[in-house]
């Protein structure tokens, strides 16, 4: 609230007559002061007469969710996918930097193929640190709050600018691949930890576009990395570490704002069992609407894990009340890699290339292939708490499947049908579309809502583990695969697709609108198959006793 607003208030209150001040339960479901919380604290009772001054203080309020989103997602997914595309403009520049380096040490040069050893594992290593961050993940959310998580993160990239921005000063490639590492972390954290968060502030009716914005932040990431690594910009020779160090803005950005907005009212309630800082961040993220049916639902999910303690993966592949959770987010977390689409980008320079493209200006055009993913990711936003998320990804990956036809047939006629290029880059563009509009963002959603708090964690930590070791087998594997079988290296991707989308098809539910203890509930159906509902659905008799 404005200093203007408490004035009002104030001067407001001093004309009413005094009258007693509801606690407890009743009065936060009304939007109301809970009687706890301190001033100034957004839960208090709003008199009459406070004027224009609270209308101000609304719209205030009504903007914390949109800031909490900008703040989380720019030193967060915008991270890995910015991470992804810089390392690519100064490839010649430091496959030179590695030969030269190890040419002064020892006098001798580097075969080429050892050069592209190494510069194969300066790339790969992004993975390995991805898989550790998201190992790591799970603990830091649970122990330390999503918030704070995201903070501790930006320390990682803050290492990682400073080891690639002074390794041509230092002559030691070396501490590339370790920057690469440290970067490859604060991606598998953020990765799994903004998600989490996102998911856990927005309210229902919009949970989904809220949390798919992580899929616009990496798609954001993604072309403006493409944009900064031109040779007219930071791409040049004399300029690439500090190309490499410029991901530490974004991480300074985030230690600036993301500190004053508020923590996930559902961790805050269910983890920590601090209901003052709930119903505070509840009022800033929401304003003074009424706050009834939503506490409600966090008070049952808090009634039905009562005396639960947060599992580890371990726990989640032993307990069967989440067997087809986890073989949902499993295959749908394998199938990201696995689907073949950033294995589009190795193409994509060859493809233009043949479709008479000049050389130079190929950066350019590869900028329109991130332009795509950004497109998709913003239109999956606006349409995902519409269409439903089965819908966004069955059809993604059924798009995906076709295009990977077309794709081969292309790629098979290139030499014979002068036209084929074009349809080649067409393909490209394509399946990069269909991927962005489903599989890309909605992917993401699916732990926060098809797990419960306790769990949650957990299955972030599995779902980044998959995604990461996907990443870095596909990586090592698609050379060979292109070697194997040529023109038609797409098969294994377009089997991948097919199986995908039949699996979502068959089995994933729905869960576009839904409370979180809903999709529980849709999930045990197939879990407890030969089980009553009554059997397993104990909620009414525990929320009943339940007091905030």
């Not at 691949?177 to 998600?195: C, D, E, H, K």
């Not at 600036?256 to 800082?277: A, C, Q, V």
Request: glycine share 10%; proline share 5%; with cysteine.
């Amino acid at each position: 609230m404005t200093p203007a607003g408490v004035s009002a208030q104030a001067g407001s209150a001093a004309a009413l007559p005094a009258r007693p001040r509801p606690r407890g339960r009743a009065a936060a479901l009304r939007g109301r002061s809970c009687g706890e919380c301190p001033a100034p604290c957004p839960c208090r009772a709003r008199p009459a007469g406070a004027g224009s001054s609270l209308s101000g203080a609304r719209r205030l309020q009504g903007k914390v969710l949109f800031l909490t989103i900008c703040a989380a997602g720019i030193g967060g997914t915008f991270q890995y996918g910015y991470n992804i595309s810089i390392i690519n403009a100064p490839t010649t520049y430091i496959q030179t930097f590695i030969n030269e380096t190890w040419l002064e040490r020892t006098g001798a040069s580097l075969e080429s193929s050892v050069i592209l050893l190494v510069w194969s594992f300066v790339v790969s290593v992004y993975s390995l640190g991805g898989l550790t961050g998201a190992l790591i993940a799970g603990p830091m959310a649970i122990k330390l709050g999503r918030k704070t998580s995201l903070l501790l993160n930006n320390a990682f990239v803050i290492i990682a600018a400073v080891l690639s921005g002074f390794s041509r000063m230092a002559k030691s490639f070396e501490m590339i691949m370790l920057g690469r590492f440290f970067t490859g972390i604060n991606a598998g954290v953020s990765m799994n930890i903004q998600p989490m968060y996102l998911g856990e502030s927005a309210p229902k009716k919009v949970r989904g576009a809220v949390t798919l914005t992580s899929a616009s932040f990496t798609a954001l990431g993604l072309v403006l990395g493409q944009v900064v690594g031109i040779r007219e910009l930071l791409g040049g020779e004399e300029s690439w570490p500090l190309l490499l160090a410029s991901n530490v803005v974004p991480g300074l950005i985030q230690l600036i704002t993301l500190p004053w907005l508020p923590e996930s009212p559902r961790y805050l309630l269910i983890d920590r069992g601090d209901k003052e800082s709930c119903i505070c961040a509840l009022q800033k993220l929401r304003g003074n609407g009424d706050l009834s049916s939503e506490l409600e639902e966090m008070l049952a999910e808090q009634a039905a894990i009562k005396g639960q303690r947060a599992k580890s993966p371990w726990e989640l592949f032993q307990n069967p009340a989440v067997r087809w959770q986890l073989i949902s987010i499993s295959v749908l977390s394998s199938a990201m890699q696995l689907c073949g689409n950033d294995s589009m980008y190795f193409y994509a320079s060859y493809v233009f290339q043949e479709a008479g493209i000049p050389y130079e200006k190929i950066q350019y055009v590869i900028i329109g292939t991130g332009c795509c993913e950004l497109i998709t990711a913003v239109t999956s936003n606006a349409i995902i708490d519409r269409a439903g998320r089965r819908l966004l990804i069955l059809g993604g990956y059924s798009l995906m499947a076709v295009w990977a036809i077309v794709f081969m047939v292309a790629l098979s006629q290139q030499s014979r049908i002068s036209w084929m290029p074009y349809l080649s880059m067409a393909c490209i563009f394509a399946y990069i579309l269909s991927f962005g509009i489903g599989p890309a963002g909605v992917t993401g959603i699916l732990p926060t809502e098809i797990f419960d708090q306790m769990a949650r964690p957990a299955a972030y930590m599995i779902c980044g583990s998959l995604l990461w070791s996907n990443l870095f087998a596909v990586g090592m594997a698609f050379p060979f695969i292109v070697e194997g079988l040529a023109h038609f290296c797409y098969l294994p991707f377009f089997t991948v697709c097919v199986c995908t989308a039949l699996y979502v098809g068959f089995f994933l539910p729905e869960t576009k609108g839904k409370t979180f203890l809903e999709i529980s509930n849709e999930f045990n159906k197939r879990n407890f198959k030969a089980q009553t509902r009554e059997k397993f659905w104990k909620g009414p008799e525990e929320i009943k006793s339940t007091m905030l």
